[in-house]
């Protein structure tokens, strides 16, 4: 039986916008550049739209490049953010900061298995689970704060929200790699069940 119209609780979860290194293939992780001017205008594009969603609670990583987008979607929807470390990207230790030419020429094999989104031998780097474990324990604070057919939208990074993503449907981890990285400013639906569970509703929307 479907469910009751606007009855739904619902997790937005968008990517931030393009910056410089996401252009150059430069690793991020927990480093800190800001967007572009193709991001800026991203996150301006994505603003409205992800706003047409009623949210009635705004998060966001604390890294710059997802404050900024933030900043956009907060304007637009005259929701005030909250910011929260555990929405950060993935740690990937001492890979960050290179570029994936210079990640290849040092270590080919483990490149290869980083491709293949196996990070978890990154030296330095935190597991999936890691990431899983930080990130849907802010989506748990947030959805006990939901009321019914309303609304959480989420600011974060491409890799985290995958792994979060599969981990709060409660798939194995690794399913997270079946699907495609998520654009810049792409987002995810996911919306709760009468039952309880959650499922998803929409992947790698953009404005």
């Known amino acids: 039986m479907p469910e009751p119209a606007g009855s739904e ?18 690793i991020q992780g927990h ?11 991203q996150a301006r594009a994505v603003a409205p739209a992800v706003a047409a969603l009623d949210p009635v609670v705004l998060l966001s990583s604390d ?11 907060a304007e637009a929807t005259g929701l005030e953010a909250s910011y929260d470390e555990r929405l950060r990207e993935c740690f990937l230790g001492e890979r960050q900061g290179l ?10 094999e483990e490149y290869d298995r980083f491709r293949a989104g196996d990070w978890d031998d990154i030296p ?8 899983a474990d930080r990130f849907t324990a802010v989506l748990k604070e947030v959805v006990a704060g939901l009321g ?3 609304t959480a939208l989420v ?8 792994t979060a993503m599969a981990h709060w449907l409660g798939w194995p981890i690794d399913w997270a790699q079946d699907f495609r990285a998520l654009a810049n400013c792409g987002w995810v639906e996911l919306v709760e069940r009468r039952s309880g569970r959650w499922a ?4 790698n929307r953009t404005a």
């Open 9 to 26: 609780r619902r997790l937005v979860l968008l990517r931030h916008g393009r910056t410089e290194w996401n252009a150059i293939q430069r």
């Open 31 to 41: 480093l800190d550049p800001a967007l572009d001017e193709t991001g800026l205008a």
């Open 63 to 73: 890294l710059r490049r997802a404050r900024q987008t933030t900043g956009f979607v």
């Open 99 to 108: 570029t994936h030419e210079e990640y290849r020429a040092l270590d080919p």
């Open 124 to 131: 330095g780097a935190e597991t999936h689970a890691q990431v």
């Open 148 to 150: 019914e057919g309303e």
């Open 155 to 162: 600011v974060a990074h491409g890799a985290a929200i995958r």
């Open 200 to 203: 998803l509703a929409a992947y």
